[in-house]
């Protein structure tokens, strides 16, 4: 029989009281397109809710030699789709089965595909700040280069004014204004560029924008010359009373940062359990190029390094990681009168001071300072020299420590003088 509007409505009741599931079927007993249709079915549930199905066969027989299973197929809800569209539906489903398709097979690729491409257009039409997140979520490095990027990103959206902008709305003209705001800075045109330039090379290799607006752009600022300011011995002796002014644990961190020749956002981020056995250990997750690295303390000055909190050697922020560097800056500059002073010079002072005074050798220096690029650390030579050097190490670090005392005490350093300090351990290449 077929299924009416009035039995639609005392099927649900009876299954709402009767708290199970209810099932009517359409029946076609002439072929007529206005009557009912065979294998038509509403299933309504406890609650009330009915959908309209079609149960089906497959034609033929799979490679075993039996007949398909039968499938269901969901054509809508009782709601929605009304008794006359759910029977045409039915009719089209039965045209594609006699004519050997699989209707449920091919709606389950339809979805997929719909699906795939909607997820598609939303990843095409992703804002840059959920970009930008995106990316950095995958990028491997250390915490604080995690940091700088964001910010360099960050800055770079809200200095063109395109926040709130999909990833492909940016152009070319935006990152050429980007450029020329910051022309007469060409070190933050580069590094706002080359944040914004490392994204979309992500982007595009991932077809999430069908172009990079930062490349073939030939107006870049010429890079700004290398800093090859250190301080003098005057200066450097400057400094050191400026340590003990400015006293309690950022004059420690100063006088330390003179003496160990560590990155400022290693030394900053130093543990208690970095420093043990005379020296300072880190791992390849705290150096900049990802390499284990150890470096010898000198023994007058081990003191220096007694740690603030179980967190910290140097409890520099009240709370959580140190991020005040230009205010320090500033600070040391202020107290000590050395205008052009800023942490990294001291990297430079370390292994030109050394080279100047002839103590170790180059390369020794180089290690020191944990660049991978020194010749001892890659190519042939790398893969052969694996020699840690702690104790020639440990005498380079204690005569710069001796280099440094003379320095403060006196204002200049001991190869200025006319006669060599005993106090000075000098080293010949062999």
Not at 160 to 189: C, F
Not at 404 to 420: D, F, M, N, Q
């Amino acid at each position: 029989m077929a299924i009416t509007r009035s039995d639609i409505e005392e099927t649900r009741a009876t299954a709402v009281r009767s708290n199970r599931k209810m099932t009517l079927r359409d029946v076609d007993g002439s072929g007529s397109r206005d009557l009912p249709v065979r294998g038509l079915t509403l299933i309504i549930g406890p609650t009330g809710d009915g959908r309209w199905v079609y149960a089906y066969r497959k034609r033929g027989k799979d490679n075993k030699g039996k007949r398909h299973p039968q499938r269901w197929v969901r054509i809508g809800g009782v709601e929605e789709t009304s008794i006359d569209t759910a029977r045409k539906e039915v009719r089209l489903l039965k045209e594609m089965v006699a004519s050997g398709r699989d209707p449920l097979a091919e709606k389950e690729v339809a979805e997929r595909e719909d699906a795939a491409r909607r997820a598609e257009e939303a990843l095409m039409n992703l804002s840059l700040i959920d970009a930008i997140e995106r990316y950095l979520a995958q990028k491997a490095c250390r915490p604080s280069s995690l940091a700088s990027e964001r910010m360099q990103l960050i800055l770079s959206a809200r200095d063109i004014g395109i926040e709130d902008a999909r990833i492909n709305s940016i152009t070319k003209r935006h990152v050429m204004d980007l450029i020329d705001q910051h022309r007469s800075k060409p070190a933050t045109a580069r590094q706002r560029y080359g944040a914004l330039n490392r994204l979309y090379k992500w982007l595009l290799a991932r077809d999430m924008v069908t172009s990079n607006p930062c490349a073939h752009i030939d107006r870049l600022p010429a890079p700004p010359p290398p800093r090859t300011w250190k301080p003098s011995a005057l200066e450097l002796q400057a400094l050191w009373q400026a340590a003990e002014t400015i006293s309690g644990t950022r004059g420690r961190f100063l006088k330390a940062m003179i003496l160990l020749p560590l990155r400022l956002s290693e030394m900053a981020g130093l543990e208690p359990s970095e420093v043990s056995c005379g020296q300072v250990t880190l791992s390849g997750k705290r150096t900049k190029n990802g390499d284990d690295f150890s470096l010898p303390i000198p023994h007058s000055y081990l003191y220096l390094f007694d740690p603030d909190t179980d967190v910290r050697v140097f409890q520099l922020a009240r709370r959580g990681s140190f991020n005040a560097r230009k205010g320090f800056s500033g600070q040391v500059r202020k107290v000590s009168g050395v205008e052009r002073f800023h942490f990294h010079s001291l990297r430079k002072l370390f292994v030109s001071e050394l080279a100047e005074h002839d103590i170790g050798d180059p390369d020794l220096a180089d290690s020191l300072l944990n660049h991978r690029q020194s010749e001892t650390r890659y190519g042939v030579r790398a893969a052969y020299l694996q020699a840690r050097r702690r104790r020639r190490k440990t005498e380079v670090m204690e005569a710069w420590a001796n280099l440094v005392a003379y320095a403060v005490k006196h204002g200049y350093w001991p190869r200025e003088s006319e006669t060599l300090p005993e106090n000075v351990v000098w080293f010949d290449h062999g």
